[in-house]
């Protein structure tokens, strides 16, 4: 059986002062990071993005009520509301709405993007691949490599 990978990285960097408690807490369920410079992170997937985990009950009261009213906030509110003292959290549907939400409320960031890699065990035209999204206060666009590789084609008159 093919084995696949992914690895993922978030840029520019993050400025931690454009993050709330709640942001950085479901940050770190999605990616991993690290410190930079001037008070920023660098957010990465070496091994895919964890849409899906659990967080102490007590960690996400803890950042609720150090966060302003915004999405992360939102996200942990609902999550709470489950009960229990770990608490299951789902961003599958949400990752790329919680990066707008931080852009929209940041007076240094204009966009995120997210680059992605697939490898895959086997090197056949399925076995690799690539995705980049762009996120604004406004929009969430994405496109993967063959997507790309597509429109090029089409556009240079080359049928596939």
């Known amino acids: 059986m093919a084995e696949s990978?992914?690895?993922?990285?978030?840029?520019?960097?993050?400025?931690?002062?454009?993050?709330?408690?709640?942001?950085?807490?479901?940050?770190?369920?999605?990616?991993?990071?690290?410190a930079g410079r001037d008070g920023e992170r660098t957010y990465f997937a070496s091994a895919g993005i964890a849409f899906e985990g659990e967080r102490d009950a007590g960690h996400l009261a803890g950042a609720v009520a150090q966060s302003p009213p915004c999405l992360a906030r939102t996200i942990l509110e609902g999550a709470l509301a489950s009960g229990g003292s770990t608490v299951p959290i789902d961003l599958s549907g949400a990752w790329e709405k919680l990066l707008q939400d931080i852009v929209g409320r940041s007076a240094d960031l204009t966009h995120i993007v997210v680059i992605t890699a697939y490898a895959g065990s086997t090197m056949d035209p399925d076995g690799i691949g690539g995705a980049a999204t762009v996120i604004t206060a406004d929009r969430i666009d994405s496109v993967s490599t063959f997507e790309f590789v597509d429109a090029i084609l089409r556009e240079l008159g080359i049928e596939t």
């Open 5 to 34: 990978c992914s690895r993922t990285v978030v840029t520019p960097t993050l400025p931690e002062a454009a993050l709330t408690a709640a942001d950085r807490l479901l940050l770190s369920l999605l990616f991993e990071s690290e």
